[in-house]
């Protein structure tokens, strides 16, 4: 029975909507922050920093579970591992739980133009190695691209005078839905790589940038470009995409009407 969960990127967009789930589910939670701060809502916050590993040995003690959320665009290969070395050091051997994105085992990044462009999605493998060679118990749930994520990057898009648009597809999912499917393999036992998760539709990236522009009104033109390399070929070719298990019930529509509604 699980008991006490540490949560790396507690703080996050998916770790805030994890917390309070694991909560009313009984769990005792902790959350590495990188700065000291007091319990609040009956979260425990410790201190640690997954670039350095300082305080994370200290913070993995006397928990049975770690549900690692925490990510960048880079350098999740080298933080995992100093996760994983922390956990052994500590004498621990919990149940680790990463939440990774679909396609990260499919886009090879191998050349400069590739690290440039598909950073992350080499990033996340990473971690998935180090996850699965950890000796530890262990659960990888790969989810395709988040609703909050896409709608950064359209707004951040729409404020250009010339939209860009990659030839890339996705098929985004409510970020809602995979915490509380990570909270499930949380309060489960260790399951290795389990099925994907995806959204329940699919859109090309200008479909997704459009849909923007006329929800808010914008008249801007937008221009399809190729991404450059070959992991962004074989990216704009469905690798991010997991059509097979689009389990995810809210669809991009729904969840624009929602966020923009809430401004």
Request: charged share 20%.
């Amino acid at each position: 029975m699980v008991e006490t969960v540490l949560v790396t990127g507690g703080t996050g967009t998916l770790g805030k909507l994890v917390t309070p789930l694991l909560l009313q589910a009984g769990v005792t939670v902790r959350v590495l922050s990188r700065t000291a701060r007091e319990s609040v809502d009956g979260i425990e916050y410790v201190a640690g920093d997954l670039q350095t590993g300082e305080g994370v040995e200290a913070a993995v003690k006397g928990v049975d579970t770690v549900l690692h959320l925490a990510g960048e665009l880079k350098g999740d290969g080298e933080k995992a591992q100093i996760l994983v070395d922390a956990i052994k050091a500590a004498g621990a051997f919990p149940h680790l739980i990463y939440i990774s994105v679909v396609g990260a085992d499919r886009v090879p990044v191998h050349s400069f133009i590739d690290r440039q462009t598909m950073s992350y999605m080499a990033s996340k493998r990473e971690a998935e190695v180090v996850v699965e060679n950890s000796g530890l118990p262990w659960t990888t749930l790969r989810a395709t691209q988040f609703h909050d994520l896409l709608f950064g990057m359209v707004t951040a898009m729409g404020k250009l005078p010339i939209v860009p648009a990659f030839d890339f597809r996705f098929q985004p999912i409510e970020t809602a839905e995979v915490a509380a499917r990570l909270v499930e393999l949380t309060l489960g036992e260790p399951a290795g790589l389990v099925d994907e998760i995806g959204g329940p539709k699919v859109y090309t990236m200008k479909e997704l940038e459009r849909s923007y522009l006329d929800a808010t009104g914008r008249r801007r033109p937008i221009l399809t470009v190729k991404a450059p390399g070959k992991a962004s070929r074989i990216y704009a070719a469905g690798a991010n995409l997991t059509p097979d298990h689009a389990v995810g019930q809210r669809t991009w529509e729904e969840f624009l009407t929602a966020k923009l509604a809430e401004a």
